[in-house]
Nanobody, 117 residues
Framework: QVQLVESGGGLVQAGGSLRLSCAASGSIYSINMMGWYRQAPGKQRDWVALMTSSGATGYADSVKGRFTISRDNAKSTVYLQMNSLKPEDTAVYYC???????????WGQGTQVTVSS
């Protein structure tokens, strides 16, 4: 079964940048939509960014203009470039692929992003 491994998180000051990576252990070529999600302490997991295999993207209003999602099917990797980070971006970030009301993959361990003010 394909597993997802997120990386690239860390501690950064407000206004800084991070680039997250999500590496799949198998091919994501046939997966139309890949996305990034985040979960802050005490809150539900929310979507952040989505990208289709044709390159169409969508972003949550809270990150629009600051975050950019991309994917490299050849490397089975999805990226999230995060700029102008804010303390409210602090969360554990995950990637996955929505499939109706469920998901293609089991959730990975996520990567912690902490933005200090």
């Amino acid at each position: 079964q394909v597993q997802l491994v997120e990386s690239g998180g860390g501690l950064v000051q407000a206004g800084g940048s991070l680039r997250l990576s999500c590496a799949a252990s198998g091919s994501i070529y046939s997966i139309n939509m890949m996305g990034w999600y985040r979960q802050a302490p005490g809150k539900q997991r929310d979507w952040v960014a989505l990208m289709t295999s044709s390159g169409a993207t969508g972003y949550a209003d809270s990150v629009k203009g600051r975050f950019t999602i991309s994917r490299d099917n050849a490397k089975s990797t999805v990226y999230l470039q995060m700029n102008s980070l804010k303390p409210e971006d602090t969360a554990v970030y995950y990637c996955n692929a929505p499939r109706g009301t469920t998901w293609y993959f089991d959730w990975g361990q996520g990567t912690q992003v902490t933005v200090s003010s």
